[in-house]
């Protein structure tokens, strides 16, 4: 296993209800760390480049509307095996189907709706983590 950055975002239904602190403290003793954090408004634009691998998707709009509804919060997450680490601590996408105990268990509200985002892959994670982050702003 190596140490690895994965990009996250807390979604607006997590900022709606004032879940900030309480999904970081998941993922905090999950043994990530963050590394880099910013509370942003996606722009229409920025929502539709980061979701493109989904444009096909009948969701896709109702996605990009509901990211760019209210603030989000980007971050960056560094640690042992970090991307496959936060996926699990994330939990499946339909929060009906996360296991107990992950972020999208306690607080998702909907397959849509679901507090969080996590990079899938190592590579996706550097790319992710470029469209929001200057490599000067993460301090590990
Ligand atoms: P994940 O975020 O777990 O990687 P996907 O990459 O499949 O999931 O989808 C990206 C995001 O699109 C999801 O996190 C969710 O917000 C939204 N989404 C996925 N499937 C649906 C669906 N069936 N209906 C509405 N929104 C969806
Ligand atoms: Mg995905």
New binding site residues.
Partial sequence: MATERTFSIL?PDATARNLTGAVNAVIEEAGLRIVAQRRIRMSDAQAKKF?E??AE?P?YG??VE?MTSGPVVVQVLEGENAVAKYREV?G???PAQAAEGTIRQKFAK?????TV??S?SLENAGIEIKQFFDEKDIVG
């Fill in positions: 979604k979701y691998v989904h998707r969701f109702e996605l509901f994330m499946a996408t339909n909907s397959v849509g709706e679901n985002h996590g899938d």
